[in-house]
Protein backbone atom coordinates (compact mmCIF):
# COMPACT_ATOMS: atom_id res chain seq x y z
CA UNK A 1 0.00 0.00 0.00
CA UNK A 2 1.31 3.28 -1.09
CA UNK A 3 2.43 5.51 2.27
CA UNK A 4 3.21 9.09 3.15
CA UNK A 5 6.23 9.17 1.28
CA UNK A 6 4.54 7.12 -2.15
CA UNK A 7 1.78 10.01 -2.24
CA UNK A 8 4.17 12.73 -1.75
CA UNK A 9 5.62 11.44 -4.64
CA UNK A 10 3.01 11.20 -6.95
CA UNK A 11 1.42 14.78 -5.17
CA UNK A 12 4.78 16.37 -6.66
CA UNK A 13 4.95 14.98 -10.26
CA UNK A 14 0.75 16.02 -10.03
CA UNK A 15 2.12 19.57 -9.38
CA UNK A 16 4.09 19.62 -12.29
CA UNK A 17 1.78 17.76 -14.63
CA UNK A 18 -1.33 19.17 -14.71
CA UNK A 19 -1.80 22.27 -12.18
CA UNK A 20 -4.05 25.30 -14.02
CA UNK A 21 -5.14 22.62 -16.60
CA UNK A 22 -8.55 22.31 -17.46
CA UNK A 23 -10.65 18.90 -17.50
CA UNK A 24 -12.79 18.74 -20.77
CA UNK A 25 -13.94 15.38 -20.41
CA UNK A 26 -14.15 12.12 -17.81
CA UNK A 27 -14.52 8.73 -18.50
CA UNK A 28 -15.91 6.18 -16.05
CA UNK A 29 -14.88 2.62 -16.78
CA UNK A 30 -15.65 1.35 -13.39
CA UNK A 31 -18.21 3.62 -11.11
CA UNK A 32 -17.08 1.54 -8.18
CA UNK A 33 -14.38 3.31 -7.46
CA UNK A 34 -16.31 6.54 -7.32
CA UNK A 35 -17.68 7.22 -3.72
CA UNK A 36 -19.60 10.37 -3.63
CA UNK A 37 -21.86 11.54 -5.56
CA UNK A 38 -23.21 9.39 -7.87
CA UNK A 39 -21.28 9.05 -11.59
CA UNK A 40 -23.57 11.25 -13.35
CA UNK A 41 -22.58 14.28 -10.48
CA UNK A 42 -19.06 13.51 -10.38
CA UNK A 43 -18.32 13.50 -14.05
CA UNK A 44 -20.66 16.94 -14.40
CA UNK A 45 -18.97 18.50 -11.44
CA UNK A 46 -15.35 17.58 -13.15
CA UNK A 47 -16.18 19.16 -16.41
CA UNK A 48 -14.84 22.05 -17.63
CA UNK A 49 -13.00 22.81 -13.80
CA UNK A 50 -9.21 23.56 -13.57
CA UNK A 51 -6.98 22.00 -11.46
CA UNK A 52 -5.66 25.05 -8.82
CA UNK A 53 -3.83 23.46 -6.41
CA UNK A 54 -2.81 19.69 -5.10
CA UNK A 55 -2.60 19.14 -1.33
CA UNK A 56 -1.62 15.46 0.84
CA UNK A 57 -3.13 14.87 3.96
CA UNK A 58 -1.73 11.69 5.45
CA UNK A 59 -2.40 9.47 2.70
CA UNK A 60 -5.07 11.64 1.04
CA UNK A 61 -4.49 13.80 -2.42
CA UNK A 62 -6.94 16.67 -2.83
CA UNK A 63 -7.17 18.32 -5.72
CA UNK A 64 -8.38 21.74 -5.40
CA UNK A 65 -10.94 22.52 -8.75
CA UNK A 66 -11.49 26.17 -9.84
CA UNK A 67 -15.17 25.46 -9.10
CA UNK A 68 -14.32 25.74 -5.24
CA UNK A 69 -15.11 22.05 -4.75
CA UNK A 70 -12.71 19.14 -4.15
CA UNK A 71 -11.38 15.78 -5.47
CA UNK A 72 -9.91 13.48 -3.66
CA UNK A 73 -8.32 10.42 -4.14
CA UNK A 74 -6.93 7.85 -1.71
CA UNK A 75 -5.03 5.22 -3.71
CA UNK A 76 -5.44 2.10 -1.16
CA UNK A 77 -4.10 -1.20 -1.67
CA UNK A 78 -3.79 -0.82 -5.76
CA UNK A 79 -4.54 2.56 -6.29
CA UNK A 80 -1.88 4.33 -9.57
CA UNK A 81 -2.74 7.52 -11.32
CA UNK A 82 -0.77 7.64 -14.75
CA UNK A 83 -0.09 11.15 -16.80
CA UNK A 84 0.26 11.21 -19.71
CA UNK A 85 -1.33 8.33 -20.38
CA UNK A 86 -1.83 7.72 -24.41
CA UNK A 87 -4.85 6.20 -24.93
CA UNK A 88 -8.25 7.41 -23.37
CA UNK A 89 -9.37 4.69 -20.67
CA UNK A 90 -6.82 2.39 -21.75
CA UNK A 91 -3.33 3.00 -19.96
CA UNK A 92 -1.34 0.63 -20.17
CA UNK A 93 -0.18 -0.01 -16.80
CA UNK A 94 -3.05 -1.90 -14.72
CA UNK A 95 -6.93 -1.76 -15.05
CA UNK A 96 -7.96 1.90 -15.78
CA UNK A 97 -11.19 2.67 -13.80
CA UNK A 98 -11.34 6.19 -14.55
CA UNK A 99 -9.64 8.97 -17.06
CA UNK A 100 -9.46 12.44 -16.99
CA UNK A 101 -8.91 14.01 -20.40
CA UNK A 102 -7.49 17.93 -20.45
CA UNK A 103 -8.01 20.41 -22.69
CA UNK A 104 -4.51 20.03 -24.15
CA UNK A 105 -5.40 16.14 -25.35
CA UNK A 106 -3.53 14.81 -22.20
CA UNK A 107 -4.78 12.15 -19.99
CA UNK A 108 -4.66 11.41 -16.91
CA UNK A 109 -5.65 7.72 -15.96
CA UNK A 110 -6.84 6.28 -12.40
CA UNK A 111 -6.04 2.73 -12.87
CA UNK A 112 -7.13 0.25 -9.70
CA UNK A 113 -6.83 -3.69 -10.18
CA UNK A 114 -8.33 -4.37 -6.56
CA UNK A 115 -10.75 -1.61 -6.84
CA UNK A 116 -10.57 -0.77 -2.86
CA UNK A 117 -9.67 3.07 -3.94
CA UNK A 118 -12.01 5.88 -3.59
CA UNK A 119 -12.47 9.40 -5.70
CA UNK A 120 -14.96 11.55 -3.87
CA UNK A 121 -16.05 15.24 -4.90
CA UNK A 122 -16.39 16.99 -1.93
CA UNK A 123 -17.32 20.74 -0.45
CA UNK A 124 -14.56 20.23 2.37
CA UNK A 125 -11.96 17.74 2.46
CA UNK A 126 -11.22 18.36 6.00
CA UNK A 127 -14.40 16.92 7.13
CA UNK A 128 -13.91 13.80 5.91
CA UNK A 129 -14.29 11.50 8.72
CA UNK A 130 -11.06 9.63 8.43
CA UNK A 131 -9.20 12.76 7.63
CA UNK A 132 -10.58 14.39 11.23
CA UNK A 133 -9.53 11.50 12.97
CA UNK A 134 -5.90 11.60 11.82
CA UNK A 135 -2.74 12.22 14.22
CA UNK A 136 -0.40 14.68 13.17
CA UNK A 137 2.49 14.05 10.78
CA UNK A 138 6.11 13.15 11.87
CA UNK A 139 6.76 16.29 9.64
CA UNK A 140 4.27 18.93 12.04
CA UNK A 141 5.65 18.00 15.51
CA UNK A 142 8.72 17.67 17.16
CA UNK A 143 11.28 14.90 19.71
CA UNK A 144 9.77 16.67 22.49
CA UNK A 145 5.99 16.03 21.30
CA UNK A 146 6.74 13.18 20.19
CA UNK A 147 8.12 11.77 23.67
CA UNK A 148 5.36 13.48 25.43
CA UNK A 149 2.79 11.11 22.95
CA UNK A 150 4.20 8.28 24.18
CA UNK A 151 3.78 8.71 28.04
CA UNK A 152 1.56 6.04 29.21
CA UNK A 153 1.21 4.24 26.46
CA UNK A 154 1.33 0.80 26.60
CA UNK A 155 1.06 -0.41 22.98
CA UNK A 156 3.58 -1.65 21.44
CA UNK A 157 5.92 0.76 19.58
CA UNK A 158 5.33 -0.25 15.88
CA UNK A 159 1.45 -0.98 16.21
CA UNK A 160 1.51 2.71 18.13
CA UNK A 161 3.55 4.36 15.48
CA UNK A 162 1.15 2.73 12.58
CA UNK A 163 -1.83 3.96 14.30
CA UNK A 164 -2.91 7.03 11.97
CA UNK A 165 -5.13 8.37 14.49
CA UNK A 166 -1.55 8.36 16.98
CA UNK A 167 0.40 9.62 14.38
CA UNK A 168 -0.37 9.76 10.36
CA UNK A 169 1.43 8.98 7.44
CA UNK A 170 4.00 5.66 8.78
CA UNK A 171 2.81 2.48 7.49
CA UNK A 172 4.04 -1.49 8.05
CA UNK A 173 7.18 -0.46 5.52
CA UNK A 174 8.60 2.40 6.96
CA UNK A 175 7.87 1.83 10.35
CA UNK A 176 9.60 -1.47 10.11
CA UNK A 177 12.92 0.57 8.46
CA UNK A 178 12.54 3.31 11.53
CA UNK A 179 12.49 0.94 14.12
CA UNK A 180 15.60 -0.99 12.54
CA UNK A 181 17.32 1.98 12.20
CA UNK A 182 16.56 3.47 15.77
CA UNK A 183 17.77 -0.45 17.14
CA UNK A 184 14.39 -0.57 18.85
CA UNK A 185 12.71 -3.94 19.25
CA UNK A 186 9.34 -3.24 17.65
CA UNK A 187 7.86 -5.41 20.35
CA UNK A 188 8.63 -3.11 23.36
CA UNK A 189 6.23 -1.08 24.87
CA UNK A 190 5.96 2.20 23.57
CA UNK A 191 6.14 3.75 27.54
CA UNK A 192 9.05 1.31 27.67
CA UNK A 193 11.35 3.53 25.55
CA UNK A 194 14.14 5.73 27.38
CA UNK A 195 14.12 9.25 26.20
CA UNK A 196 17.13 8.83 24.15
CA UNK A 197 15.46 6.01 22.66
CA UNK A 198 12.03 7.87 21.78
CA UNK A 199 14.08 10.85 20.14
CA UNK A 200 16.46 8.26 18.12
CA UNK A 201 13.22 6.46 17.13
CA UNK A 202 11.42 10.00 15.74
CA UNK A 203 14.66 11.30 14.19
CA UNK A 204 14.91 8.16 11.87
CA UNK A 205 10.90 7.90 10.88
CA UNK A 206 11.74 11.22 9.36
CA UNK A 207 14.40 10.69 7.91
CA UNK A 208 13.44 6.99 6.34
CA UNK A 209 10.24 9.21 5.00
CA UNK A 210 12.45 11.77 3.65
CA UNK A 211 14.74 9.91 1.97
CA UNK A 212 11.84 7.87 0.71
CA UNK A 213 10.60 10.61 -0.94
CA UNK A 214 13.87 11.48 -2.06
CA UNK A 215 13.88 8.44 -4.35
CA UNK A 216 10.37 8.53 -5.53
CA UNK A 217 9.17 6.17 -2.62
CA UNK A 218 9.50 2.34 -2.76
CA UNK A 219 7.32 0.24 -5.30
CA UNK A 220 7.20 -3.14 -3.63
CA UNK A 221 3.73 -4.02 -4.99
CA UNK A 222 1.54 -1.60 -7.86
CA UNK A 223 3.08 1.47 -6.88
CA UNK A 224 4.21 3.45 -9.47
CA UNK A 225 5.18 7.09 -10.14
CA UNK A 226 3.02 9.23 -12.31
CA UNK A 227 5.36 8.60 -15.10
CA UNK A 228 4.63 5.22 -14.45
CA UNK A 229 8.37 4.41 -13.36
CA UNK A 230 9.49 2.71 -10.33
CA UNK A 231 10.46 4.18 -7.31
CA UNK A 232 13.44 3.43 -6.12
CA UNK A 233 13.28 3.39 -2.41
CA UNK A 234 13.22 -0.34 -1.97
CA UNK A 235 16.95 -0.93 -2.49
CA UNK A 236 17.44 0.85 0.89
CA UNK A 237 15.65 -1.09 3.35
CA UNK A 238 17.57 -2.89 5.97
CA UNK A 239 14.87 -5.58 6.56
CA UNK A 240 11.58 -4.97 4.75
CA UNK A 241 10.38 -8.46 3.20
CA UNK A 242 13.81 -9.64 4.03
CA UNK A 243 12.89 -12.78 5.90
CA UNK A 244 15.92 -15.00 6.80
CA UNK A 245 18.48 -13.16 4.83
CA UNK A 246 21.69 -11.65 6.49
CA UNK A 247 21.24 -8.66 8.61
CA UNK A 248 23.19 -6.03 6.57
CA UNK A 249 24.53 -5.12 10.43
CA UNK A 250 25.76 -8.30 12.64
CA UNK A 251 25.64 -11.39 11.21
CA UNK A 252 22.08 -12.49 12.48
CA UNK A 253 18.99 -13.20 10.68
CA UNK A 254 16.45 -10.80 9.86
CA UNK A 255 13.33 -12.38 11.63
CA UNK A 256 9.75 -12.10 10.31
CA UNK A 257 6.40 -12.02 13.33
CA UNK A 258 3.17 -10.79 13.35
CA UNK A 259 2.62 -7.81 15.61
CA UNK A 260 -1.07 -5.81 15.02
CA UNK A 261 -2.14 -8.44 12.10
CA UNK A 262 1.06 -6.96 10.02
CA UNK A 263 4.20 -9.04 8.64
CA UNK A 264 7.25 -7.18 11.20
CA UNK A 265 10.28 -7.30 10.11
CA UNK A 266 13.78 -7.05 12.74
CA UNK A 267 16.77 -8.07 13.86
CA UNK A 268 16.84 -9.54 17.09
CA UNK A 269 20.62 -8.83 17.78
CA UNK A 270 20.66 -5.19 16.48
CA UNK A 271 17.15 -4.44 18.36
CA UNK A 272 16.56 -4.36 21.79
ZN1 LIG B 1 21.52 -7.25 13.05
Redesign the pocket.
Known amino acids: MPELPEVETIKRELEKAIINKKIVDVIVNNPKVIREPKKDKFIKALKNVKIKKIIRKGKLLIIELSSGKFLTIHLKMTGQLIYPSTTLGTSPQKATRVSFKFSDGKILDFNDTRLFGELRIVDHWQNLKFIEELGPEPFEIDAKKFSAMLKNRKTKIKVLIMDQKFISGIGNLYANEALFRAKIDPRKPADSLSDKEKELLFKKIKSVLQQAIKYGGSSVVDYVRVSGKKGIYAKFHQVYDREGEK?Y??K?KVKRIVLGGRGTYF?S??QK
Do not use: I
Open positions: CKCGCVC
